[in-house]
């Protein structure tokens, strides 16, 4: 009686494309393999391993074993299986899966920010904000349980948000070049007025510079956001309101090294950042007072997302 055939599934390592065989025993699926993979001679023998954990598959009772289209990866001579050939038809994409997990995951949850309190958009980075934005308006009503035109009010006041940060960081930057301008100007005038003078100025300038730096300091603070602080203009508009919090809690002698600045730049820095924590708290403050303000008049329906509290 002629054996019965097995349908099978094989592919080779780190390789996407698969291939359909029949066999009857495992011979016959390693020298179908090594055809219609193109495993040349010099590669054999070729080991046959499970797709999804990488068993060695080369006991013919075991074989005859499997469920029809198992899934197998041919092995050439000297390779051996990885976690990386972990079978399921994508596990090739897994790395860009795992990155849009992450992503889907960060939006979820500041989603759920929102839900709890609105007046959270007002402590969000930048980074988050726009996170938010590029959220399909149909994923974003279904987290939050709201109608999608509700969504694109809140995505474009997120918007609005982002855009005024913006204009604040280019009125900063506007505001910072005229002073600039001024102080260059100031200083063409009193070198020629005073030339002696203004050379004082200048090593006292550079000896203020070199002595303020503590090089054996150090920070506590992520890369990205000394990133941000020192590449960022105005940068206290870019963080949130944690990292303003972290950036505040640091040393002035331990900042002003990791950034390569000056104390006293590390301290303007600070200060900066002291007072845009404080607006955004003033903010949410007055939304709390306004939303308990119309609660209590209760002329305002509609006005916040819907709670449980509503149905009574």
């Not at 949410?284 to 916040?304: A, E, M």
Request: charged share 35%.
């Amino acid at each position: 009686m002629a054996a019965r055939l097995k349908r099978c599934v094989v592919r080779r390592r780190d390789e996407p494309e698969q291939h359909g065989v029949a066999a009857s025993c495992l011979r016959e699926l390693r020298d179908k393999a090594c055809g219609v993979l193109a495993i040349d001679k010099a590669q054999e023998p070729i080991t046959l391993v499970l797709a999804e954990d990488g068993t060695i598959v080369d006991d013919e009772d075991y074989f005859l074993c499997l469920p029809s289209n198992t899934k197998f990866v041919a092995l050439a001579k000297d390779e051996k299986w990885s976690s990386k050939s972990l079978d399921s038809g994508t596990s090739w994409l897994s790395e860009s899966v795992d990155e849009v997990d992450s992503a889907a995951e960060k939006w979820k949850q500041l989603a759920r920010q929102l839900k709890d309190d609105l007046s959270n958009i007002i402590l969000m980075s930048e980074e988050d904000l726009q996170v938010l934005i590029d959220v399909p308006r149909s994923d974003l009503a279904e987290e939050l349980a709201q109608s999608e035109t509700k969504i694109q009010v809140l995505q474009d006041t997120l918007q609005q948000v982002l855009d005024r940060r913006e204009e604040e960081r280019q009125s900063r930057q506007l505001l910072q070049l005229y002073l600039e301008a001024l102080k260059t100007e100031d200083s063409i005038l009193s070198k020629v007025a005073e030339p002696e003078a203004a050379s004082r100025k200048a090593m006292d300038v550079v000896d203020t510079g070199t002595s303020s730096t503590d090089t054996s300091a150090t920070t506590a603070l992520r890369d990205q956001v000394l990133a941000a602080l020192k590449e960022k203009p105005a940068p206290e508009l870019c963080l949130d309101s944690q990292d303003l919090e972290l950036v505040l809690k640091e040393d002035a002698a331990a900042l002003a090294s990791a950034l390569g600045w000056d104390k006293q730049k590390a301290g303007a820095l600070q200060e900066a950042c002291d007072q845009e924590l404080s607006k955004r708290f003033k903010q949410v403050q007055t939304l709390h007072s306004l939303r308990s303000t119309f609660k209590g008049k209760k002329t305002r329906p509609g006005g916040d997302w819907p709670s449980a509290k509503r149905k009574k």
